[in-house]
């Protein structure tokens, strides 16, 4: 009631003196929506900036946000919950750190000592394994061994203690008689060209860009850019692997690049040889670990008081994002480009701190203790609220509930109803939550689209499986989801702030109300989910029967049989789908490589379309 009346205050005082606030104004008053949108504003803005780096794993850039972070609980009150005093909660995950700067020396067959510089000339990749070998150079074009289309780059060569040169990508990459998306997946992928690299006994790969990457601009990739990759880089097989310049390579060649890709291209035939008279020496030094990439969760508290004082609620938003790419964009990128991720989650990052500053102003407040946290490496995995969860700050047995805010930074307004769609996961994980959320709903008038499970794809799954009551908010995926266009011009700031408002008054309720109790909702999960897929993005918060297509993704099942923007799913191999979670269980019983029968609404029309499943 307090809080409304001076609300209403503020504004009657800016609506009668038409004066315009100045910045120190705007950023106190922590109630006014105009202040409040101002600070959420600046904070997205700053987060998703090019100085931030796309906050990827690897990068300087989520130190920085973390530093960010720390610095705004520290201003809005909260108490550090962190290790030795700080706000941070170290953990490591699975990665690559390059040790030592990388060498690379070339001998030509005149005598010639090419000493190249690392970051100019070459970079060593963090696919990479250690390594110290010199040898002879040989070319085997995209270092290819395939069936169908018939090929082996390896032919007649021998690699053996050798180093080869490869390029990037495919032969006849994106051209119109491109082989298929799954073959050319396949094998322009690293680990496939290694692997292959490898099984002829090679000693090291030099990787090259290929001409349609190479196009705006020959750039190396950083270490960083696979270096976070996670697990999957512990299954790598171990040879050093250094990127470098097309210039480089042609020197040696003799010849353009442009002109052997454009031969192979034309007839399928390999044109690998011998560098006669070249050798490389290389030296990489990379640690490659289970733990090799320290990160930190930020975490601020407000202590509570009164009765249930020792008791918690976490307020949760992950700060990462995935940086230059790699294999989280949903870019189809060969080179690096910062993917801002206002969105995900600069939206959510942001949209805690203005909750830590509300809260953080309130004196003596009454009941649970408030834990405000942003995760780390959600992106590769939940690794921040898992590394939480395996070791609580804060015990788990007393945390009465969590809140996650991940992508809030996009509300738009329904078609028919007007009404801004909200998507609320976990309304079925306590008993009170159902009833709460709509109570509360009444003064916001968001079109709600319940989800009653608390598993789905971010931190709030890690704490539900610990049989922590959840709610998880979001606006809903867009066209720029995981892509660089991700940007904070496009965040609906005032949308963000109504959705900070309502998670104000629930967080305020779950501080003080009586325990929920958590109730285990059964049924398929939206998380990760194991199956077959047919490459849609689903309209989370389309409340209708089917599941809605807010668009399909390139050269998978479903764009290639035609799928499309505004479909309707309505049935798939004979059974109905009424919601994503019946989606999500009827692909679940699907095999890869089958075809099958996937039944939309198009115009009102019902069309059938024959889906061959990757
Ligand atoms: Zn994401």
Redesign the pocket.
């Known amino acids: 009631m307090r809080q409304l009346l001076l609300r209403s205050a503020v504004l009657a005082c800016l609506l009668l003196t038409g004066a315009r606030l100045s910045a120190a104004e705007l950023l106190s008053d922590l109630h006014s929506p105009a202040a409040s949108e101002a600070r959420l504003k600046r904070d997205i803005t700053y987060l998703a900036s090019d100085e931030l780096e796309g906050r990827g794993v690897t990068t300087r850039g989520i130190k920085l946000a973390a530093d960010y972070i720390a610095a705004e609980f520290k201003k809005a009150g909260l108490k550090p919950a962190g290790e030795d005093g700080s706000y941070f909660q170290p953990f490591s995950m699975a990665g690559s750190v390059l040790i030592e700067p990388a060498s690379l020396k070339l001998l030509g067959p005149e005598g010639q000592k090419v000493e190249l510089k690392p970051g100019t000339h070459f970079q060593p990749q963090g696919v990479s394994s250690s390594g110290q070998v010199s040898g002879p150079i040989v070319f085997a074009g995209y270092g290819i061994t395939s069936k169908d289309p018939e090929i082996d780059e390896y032919a007649g060569l021998n690699v053996s203690g050798k180093v080869v040169v490869i390029l990037r990508d495919t032969f006849r990459a994106d051209n119109r008689f491109t082989v298929n998306p799954n073959w050319r997946r396949k094998y322009a992928s690293l680990p496939e060209k290694m692997t292959n690299a490898v099984a002829h006994k090679a000693a090291a790969i030099l990787l090259v860009n290929d001409r349609d990457t190479a196009k705006d601009g020959d750039d190396l990739l950083n270490f960083g850019y696979y270096a976070g990759a996670g697990g999957s880089l512990l299954r790598l097989p171990e040879i050093p692997l250094l990127h470098v310049r097309r210039a480089v390579v042609e020197k040696m060649l003799g010849a353009k690049l442009e002109d052997i890709e454009r031969d192979i291209d034309h007839d399928l035939k390999p044109r690998s040889r011998e560098l006669t008279g070249w050798s490389a020496s290389a030296d990489v030094s990379v640690w490659r670990a289970k733990n090799a990439l320290k990160l930190k969760n930020v975490v601020g508290v407000l202590e509570g008081s009164g009765p249930l004082a020792d008791e918690t609620v976490v307020l949760g938003a992950h700060y990462d ?2 940086g230059y790419g790699g294999a989280n964009s949903l870019a189809d990128l060969k080179t690096m480009a910062i993917h801002h ?1 206002a969105d ?2 600069g939206s959510g990052t942001t949209s805690i701190l203005e909750l830590a500053r509300r809260f953080g102003a309130v004196p003596k407040r009454e009941g649970r203790r408030l834990v405000f946290m942003t995760f780390s490496a ?2 590769s995995g939940l690794f921040g609220s898992e590394a939480y969860c395996k070791d609580p700050l804060f015990p788990l047995d007393k945390t009465a509930a969590m809140i996650n805010l991940d992508m809030v930074g996009r509300l738009t307004k329904d078609k028919d109803s007007g009404k801004d769609r909200l998507t609320v996961y976990g309304t079925g994980t306590a008993k009170t939550f159902d009833a709460l959320i709509e109570a509360l709903n009444k003064k916001y008038d968001f079109q709600l689209k319940k989800v009653p499970t608390g598993m789905g794809p971010s931190d709030q799954m890690t704490f539900y499986e610990k049989k922590v009551p959840v709610f998880f908010f979001f606006t809903n995926d867009h066209a720029d989801y ?1 892509r660089p266009s991700d940007t904070s011009d496009k965040i609906n700031v005032p949308g963000m702030r109504r959705i900070v408002d309502l998670t104000e008054e629930l967080a305020a309720h779950l501080a003080t109300a009586a325990r929920p109790e958590y109730v285990k909702v059964a049924g398929p999960s939206l998380g990760g989910g194991d199956g077959p897929r047919l490459g849609i993005r689903p309209d989370y918060g389309d409340a209708k029967e089917g599941v809605l297509l807010n668009g399909v993704i390139d050269g998978a099942a479903a764009s290639r049989a035609g799928l499309k923007e505004g479909d309707r799913i309505v049935e798939i191999a004979g059974q109905p789908v009424k919601s994503l979670e019946g989606y999500m269980a009827v692909m679940h019983a699907q095999k890869p490589g089958s075809t099958i029968d996937v039944a939309v609404l198009r115009d009102k029309e019902k069309k059938l379309f024959k889906v061959k499943l990757d």
């Open positions: 994002h995935v991720g995900d989650n959600e992106e995981h």
